[in-house]
């Protein structure tokens, strides 16, 4: 599907699906209901002009937003550099709605789509992704494909990772102990599996593995064994006061007791940590020579994940002991472009204070085969 005014989607879930089934106004504007839904959807982008820059050296070509979210970072990306174009992806309907509204004034320059972005290597290369024969036909296109984006060197990727302010402020998404809804947090809500089937259907002992994962450290057998305890629990309200009963004024750290265990439940819904590392891994050995990978993320567990990863492509995979001359043969096929992980200026966390917990890496693709040849 495609339509020069409000950008192109694909999926029988996604914005232009909703979108033109609400049907166009007479003066051919977009529908009311579509720009209600992304003047409505809030999400301020993070270290955006952090991002902008980072990606100033790459060759004309494509960039993949792999989480769109609202399309802030999209959006400054597409008005910095008229030389690219953006493939934006996420798995949540909203998401995919209020970025195609916004991107919609680049015209074909940006296609929107719902998916998740563990498909983002084979999506970009028009390599892997769905099978038959239409597919095969998709790949074999070029640069003129179906999709419009088959073919066109990926010059880089985005990933700004974990959950918008959005999802994070709608009530009924359960996302958040500040509203009581039923627990869901599904960023994804075709998926069947929720946080209420996670929090009554597993055994304690899967419960106390997921929370210690996440940091709740020793707490995290005697809160596994309060929630089974309390089952049914079916509200983000009873979880949240399971999990204040459970550990101890004293002990509490930072913040609400409750923020790490709805981090976990929410990792564990969305299955957030199992495809990064292979995605990161994929996408950066995807990129042409020059391409650039930047990565945004919310808390250790995903930036130790990024770090490993890019460090990896960085060192290519060298295994000589630190600090003496690499004599294993290895060949980095990427360089790091940043020292450490860059955090958000102190100006941007008090306009932002969501910012606060961000971590930003990067890496440039080299002219040398990743240690898989290069293949994802
Ligand atoms: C922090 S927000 C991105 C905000 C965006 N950069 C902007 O400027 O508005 C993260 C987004 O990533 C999406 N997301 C998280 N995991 C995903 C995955 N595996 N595949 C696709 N989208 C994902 C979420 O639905 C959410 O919309």
């Given at each position: 599907m495609r339509s020069p005014s409000i950008g192109a989607v694909e999926d029988s879930y996604s914005a232009h699906f909703h979108l033109s089934r609400l049907g166009r106004q007479p003066d051919g504007a977009l529908p009311i209901e579509g720009l209600r839904m992304s003047q409505a959807y809030h999400h301020q982008a993070v270290m955006v002009s952090e991002v902008v820059e980072l990606f100033r050296p790459v060759p004309p070509g494509l960039v993949v937003d792999a989480t769109v979210g609202g399309g802030g970072h999209a959006e400054a990306l597409l008005a910095a550099y008229p030389h690219l174009r953006l493939l934006g992806l996420d798995q949540d309907d909203e998401a995919v709605a209020a970025a195609t509204a916004r991107l919609a004034a680049f015209g074909p320059r940006a296609v929107v789509r719902k998916d998740r972005f563990d498909r983002l290597p084979g999506l970009a290369t028009g390599r892997g992704g769905?099978?038959?024969?239409?597919?095969?036909?998709?790949?074999?296109?070029?640069p003129a494909g179906p999709h419009g984006w088959e073919g066109i060197p990926l010059v880089g990727a985005l990933f700004d990772l974990g959950v918008s302010s959005q999802q994070l402020d709608r009530p009924e998404r359960g996302f958040s102990y500040r509203f009581d809804a039923p627990l869901d947090m599904r960023m994804d809500r075709s998926r069947s599996t929720t946080a209420a089937d996670i929090v009554n259907g597993w055994t304690e002992e899967h419960l106390a593995a997921l929370l210690a994962a996440h940091g709740e450290g020793w707490f995290a057998r005697r809160l596994a064994g309060a929630i089974v305890g309390a089952r049914p629990v079916l509200t983000t309200r009873q979880l949240a006061e399971v999990v204040e009963r459970s550990i101890p004024a004293?002990?509490?750290r930072r913040g609400h007791p409750a923020t790490r265990v709805f981090q976990a439940l929410r990792i564990a819904?969305?299955?957030?940590?199992?495809?990064?590392?292979?995605?990161l891994a994929a996408t950066v050995a995807a990129l042409v020579p020059g391409g650039r990978c930047v990565v945004l993320s919310y808390h250790s567990g995903e930036d130790r994940l990024v770090k490993e990863v890019l460090g990896r492509a960085a060192t290519g995979g060298c295994t000589c002991p630190p600090g003496l001359p690499c004599v294993c043969g290895a060949r980095p096929w990427a360089r790091l472009l940043t020292r450490g992980a860059r955090?958000?200026?102190?100006?941007?966390?008090?306009?932002?204070?969501?910012?606060s917990a961000a971590r930003l890496r990067a890496a440039e693709r080299l002219d040398a085969p990743a240690a898989n040849g290069g293949e994802p």
């Open positions: 769905p099978a038959g024969p239409a597919a095969r036909h998709a790949r074999q296109s070029g004293r002990a509490r819904v969305n299955s957030e940590l199992e495809v990064l590392g292979p995605t955090l958000p200026t102190a100006e941007e966390v008090a306009r932002n204070p969501r910012a």
